[in-house]
């Protein structure tokens, strides 16, 4: 496995998770070139971009987390991380973590969190 995600879990509406993802053997300076996201999949959903953070240190997230989440990159622990604080239920899923690089996209495990009401 390329992508080891860790993280995750329950926890109650209004509290927080962080998920982490790293790439332990790829070269430095690849990761360094290597744009790192995380999406989300709910039962019966397509999977969807939370957020993201470019090589060149733009971040992005879906309306829908914005304010709760912050994602940030650890490019000498070859590491991604989202911190989500004020969870709410409908951020129950399955979460993704991703990197693509040119014409290559791999994808975590996928690790899962749920927000209990």
């Known amino acids: 496995v390329q992508l080891q995600a860790s993280g995750g879990g329950l926890v109650q509406a209004g509290g927080s998770l962080r998920v982490s993802c790293k790439e332990p053997r790829v070269i430095l300076s690849v990761f360094r070139d290597t744009d790192m996201g995380w999406y989300r999949q709910a039962p019966g959903n397509e999977r969807e971009l939370v957020a993201i953070?470019?090589?060149?240190?733009?971040?992005k997230y879906a309306d829908s987390v914005k304010g709760r989440f912050t994602i940030s990159r650890d490019n000498a622990r070859k590491a991604v991380s989202l911190q989500m604080s004020g969870l709410k239920p409908d951020d129950t899923a399955v979460y993704y973590c991703?990197?693509?690089?040119?014409?290559?996209?791999?994808w975590g495990q996928g690790t899962q969190v749920t927000v209990s009401s």
């Open positions: 991703n990197a693509k690089r040119g014409t290559i996209t791999l």
């Open positions: 953070t470019t090589a060149s240190g733009v971040t």
